[in-house]
């Protein structure tokens, strides 16, 4: 026998409902998946074979955050502010000015994703974003 | 023996109540502090430490002063001690739990504090601080509580127990003066950069303290049925008068080099804090009341009349407790930064919110510490006699 | 195994629990060791300046109101320093003092006045035994090799030990969000946030692309820099044949920033 055992039962039940909300609340509702942009001036500028990142799409997927802390790391405290990519090309590592200088889309490109999956980096907090969404600021 | 909290008069859950009322206010404001920055503080880009870091400080010295309890009963088996050796204990565990909070509320990045162990620093005095801080609040819960535990079950302490508690003898006097260190290493700080620095730190720490613990074991002694004997309130008020009797002497050491030797650099902050500087004079006040308390402390705790008399007792107790904290929390840190160093005086005062958050930080210790005593005096009432066979309950009841 | 009691039981998992933490962290050291290799991607920039000793002297005869303004405006533009007129909260990396300020242990009452009042800059001396290097508890303060007191601002916690270590008052706190306080933003450099020290970086960012610090570009030759450690560089040359002094000097920091007077 269960001491009190219906003001567990009630207690979990309560317990699962709360769990269970984000699904709960979802059903029915449309699947949002986050859409990039990669269209930008500067991007579609380069020629077509030269439309590349710093390393593969693939890798910049899965890594651009451990990166991004390396590149800060080596310019910051080893003054180091060259990277070398896996092709042998250099790039100078610098988040404001050179990510973002491709890049120039942070809403359709850092911010589409990072919202989906709901994590708030502090970059922006101190690193400048580019100005877009000209018309928008001119509305204000 | 948690569960021994929960049990309580009206009056206990009134006073927990309380002080929950103060944390709770304590916490939205600290929210405010966090969305705006500690600019809401009176701190500025000269006096870059306030109120938060001298509570800090002083806390830390109430929290080795356990030791003053501890070394006489377990290595001089002083017995009178055996009953409220576990209030010292059970003191120490709130006061570094605010002394962590105090640090906490006064980072500028608080999300940022594990920084501390993911890139540790062992040039930096703050290494040690953190690592002798943590140390020394477990054990002092582990001992106190095992102690405690076994008086429950009417049991002796079990033997491994004996290392931690010389461990925690020797450990307690490392956190002031790792803390002292802190200050003491600073090049162009003047007030601060003192070797009688550690020395005067341990000696108000072992005033303030047990001036804490002679208040805290009447109040013991008149809202639960445990007595912590008469006796041992008088070996602490004594404690207390010898360490404030040095105490002032130390501070006395001070204004003799600062004035003897005629170094101006040495002199500005003494007679900021009692004469005031170019016309500032905001601590001035300050300082009067606690040269003030200082000799009212000094006077009842030396005179055998006054001290043995509870009243005065209380009195001379709470003066000393006082005046060690305006002169540790409040003008010690400030004063070392005044003049700053191109020698302007930009003074410092705390605003609200900064009040209202130290007071909440003072209420979670509080708090904790009446749970703990709770749970002391509530065991110590059950078992009725101490390990001496001797009565440790008001006899009247 | 039956009869294994409860405290056995937790025992059991507690050592598991341990072992198993500890070969996260092993795995998170041998992980690190991966991203170690990679380390040699990152290189120096070919134009970066070197140097032992970044060192600077500043000839206070030759500063004038427009020079010190220029210097002063430049470093606080291009490092988005921000312009808060709340003495309490202001932030600076380089700025005027009176020279009596900046030296009070050689101030006398009978110093002429012009002395007295003379305009000087101060900034942070990048000492070659900092205080505030030793101070920090996260390394978020440390030194290059060449000299330069860096700032990580990126791992400073805000305790503010730095601003009492340092002798010269060189540290300032953002007490509050710099960002509204700038105007004129540098697209080039990135703000501060709230709670972070910063102060002057000898401008690393323009000496690991080859480029003078920028007080030194606009001061019109009041202030030269270059490798103290190095005996034919210009900085070595005006100290040997010019009296010069240094901020508080018998604290033994041993600051890198000279004066002539």
């Known amino acids: 026998m269960l001491y009190d055992g219906g003001k567990i039962v009630f207690g979990l039940l309560i317990f699962i409902v709360f769990v269970t909300l984000p699904f709960t609340l979802s059903i029915g509702k449309e699947y949002y998946k986050p859409k990039v942009e990669i269209n930008t001036p500067q991007i579609m500028k380069l020629p077509e074979a030269e439309r590349k990142c710093v390393e593969s799409k693939e890798f910049m997927r899965r890594e651009h955050m451990k990166m991004l802390i390396d590149w800060r790391d080596a310019v910051v405290r080893e003054g180091k502010t060259l990277y070398v990519n896996s092709q042998g090309k250099t790039f100078n590592m610098s988040l404001q000015n050179t990510c973002m200088h491709c890049h120039s889309n942070k809403s359709k490109f850092c911010d589409e994703c990072h919202n989906y999956v709901k994590v708030k980096p502090y970059c922006w907090d101190c690193h400048i974003e580019p100005k877009e969404n000209i018309k928008k600021e001119a509305g204000l | 023996m948690l569960e021994l909290a929960l049990k309580g008069s009206p009056r206990y859950w009134g006073w927990l109540f309380f002080l929950a009322i103060l944390i709770g206010a304590a916490f939205i404001t600290y929210l405010y502090q966090f969305q705006i920055g500690l600019g809401i503080t009176g ?355 | 195994m039956s009869n294994i009691n409860r405290r056995e039981f937790l025992k059991i998992l507690g050592i598991g629990a341990f072992i198993g933490l500890g070969g996260w962290s092993l795995f998170e050291v041998v992980g690190r060791g991966e991203i170690e290799a990679f380390v040699e991607r990152y290189r120096k920039a070919p134009e970066a300046l070197h140097a032992k000793r970044w060192a600077m002297v500043i000839d206070l005869k030759k500063l004038n109101p427009k020079i010190i303004n220029d210097c002063t405006e430049a470093c606080h533009r291009i490092h988005n320093v921000p312009k808060i007129l709340n003495p309490k909260e202001e932030i600076k990396w380089i700025w005027e003092e009176k020279f009596k300020n900046a030296f009070p242990e050689l101030k006398d009452e009978y110093m002429a006045p012009e002395i007295k009042n003379m305009s000087v800059l101060v900034l942070c001396n990048h000492c070659e035994n900092p205080p505030c290097v030793r101070v920090c508890p996260t390394k978020a303060t440390f030194k290059r090799k060449d000299g330069i007191v860096m700032m990580d601002m990126h791992r400073c916690i805000g305790c503010r030990f730095c601003m009492a270590g340092c002798p010269y008052g060189a540290r300032s706190f953002n007490w509050r969000d710099p960002r509204q306080y700038v105007k004129n933003e540098n697209p080039e450099f990135p703000f501060r946030m709230k709670g972070v020290v910063e102060k002057c970086t000898f401008c690393y960012e323009r000496i690991d692309r080859g480029l003078p610090p920028a007080c030194v570009e606009v001061s019109n030759g009041a202030i030269i820099y270059g490798d103290i450690a190095d005996p034919n560089s210009e900085v070595r040359k005006v100290l040997s044949s010019n009296f010069a002094i240094r901020r508080k000097a018998k604290l033994g920091t041993k600051p890198s920033v000279y004066y002539l007077i």
């Not at chain 2, 109120?51 to 088996?77: C, D, E, K, M």
Request: proline share 6%; hydrophobic share 55%; charged share 15%.
């Open chain 2, 43 to 397: 701190m500025s880009r000269d006096v870059s430490w306030g109120l938060y870091i001298g509570q800090f400080t002083f806390l830390v010295g109430v929290a080795a002063s356990a030791v003053t309890i501890v070394l006489p009963y377990y290595l001089h088996n002083y017995k009178k001690y055996g009953r409220i050796a576990v209030l010292g204990e059970f003191l120490a565990v709130p006061s570094i739990l605010m002394c962590m909070l105090f640090i906490f509320v006064d980072l500028g990045q608080p999300m940022r504090v594990l920084n501390v162990l993911l890139h540790p620093t062992p040039n930096s005095i703050m290494f040690y601080d953190m690592i002798v801080l943590s140390g020394y609040l477990i054990l002092n819960l582990l001992c106190g509580w095992v102690i405690l535990m076994a008086e429950k079950k009417g049991a002796p302490p079990p033997k491994w127990i004996k290392p931690f508690l010389y461990i925690a003898i020797c450990w307690a006097p490392s956190i002031h003066i790792v803390t002292a260190f802190l200050y003491q290493g600073l090049p162009g700080r003047d007030y601060w950069m003192t070797a009688i620095m550690a020395a005067k730190f341990l000696s108000s720490a072992f005033a303030s303290g047990p001036s804490l613990l002679v208040i805290l074991c009447m109040i013991v002694r008149k809202f639960t049925n445990f007595d912590p004997g008469k006796e041992a309130i008088q070996t602490l008020a004594k404690t207390a008068a010898y360490f404030l009797l040095v105490t002032i002497a130390f501070y006395l050491f001070e204004v003799f080099t600062a004035f003897y030797s005629g170094i101006t650099s040495h002199q500005y902050s003494i007679i900021y804090l009692f004469k005031g500087l170019e016309g500032y004079s905001k601590l001035v006040p300050v300082m009067s009341i606690c040269v003030l308390l200082a000799a009212i402390g000094l006077i009842i705790l030396i005179t055998p009349p006054l001290r043995k008399w509870e009243v005065t007792l209380a009195i001379g107790a709470a003066s000393t407790f006082l005046c060690m904290w305006l002169e540790k929390g409040i003008t010690l840190v400030v004063g070392g930064f005044i003049p700053n160093p191109f020698e302007r005086v930009f003074e410092y005062w705390p605003t609200l919110p900064e009040a209202i958050i130290t007071i909440g930080v003072w209420a979670v210790g509080f708090f904790v510490l009446t749970l703990l005593y709770k749970i002391a005096s509530t065991v110590k009432e059950k078992a009725v006699f101490d390990k001496y066979g001797e009565k440790q309950i008001k006899v009247s009841v």
